[in-house]
């Protein structure tokens, strides 16, 4: 979980970070869901569904970049 949880925060990260293209800026964004197996599913459609949750739930908060699944989404 850890590992998963580190490597969304690498991602984010990089995320905000501000590119310079030819002498403009701009401003990227992401919002990631995560869902772990075998804790939040055992087969790919429930991880799937999960990690959807997750990211619909993250894209509702502003000041999240990543979310992990947890039951109460359901």
């Known amino acids: 979980a850890s590992i998963a949880l580190r ?3 690498q ?3 990089a995320f905000r970070q ?3 293209i030819d002498g403009s800026t701009g401003v990227f964004s ?3 869901g995560i869902a772990l197996y075998p804790e939040d599913g055992t087969t790919a459609d429930q991880l ?3 990690a959807d ?3 619909y739930r993250c ?3 502003p ?3 990543f979310v992990r699944y947890t039951p109460e989404m359901e």
């Open 59 to 61: 894209k509702n908060d």
């Open 7 to 9: 490597k969304a925060a």
């Open 63 to 65: 000041q999240a970049d």
């Open 48 to 50: 799937m569904k999960r």
């Open 53 to 55: 949750r997750a990211l």
């Open 11 to 13: 991602l984010s990260a």
């Open 18 to 20: 501000i590119p310079d």
């Open 30 to 32: 992401g919002s990631i």
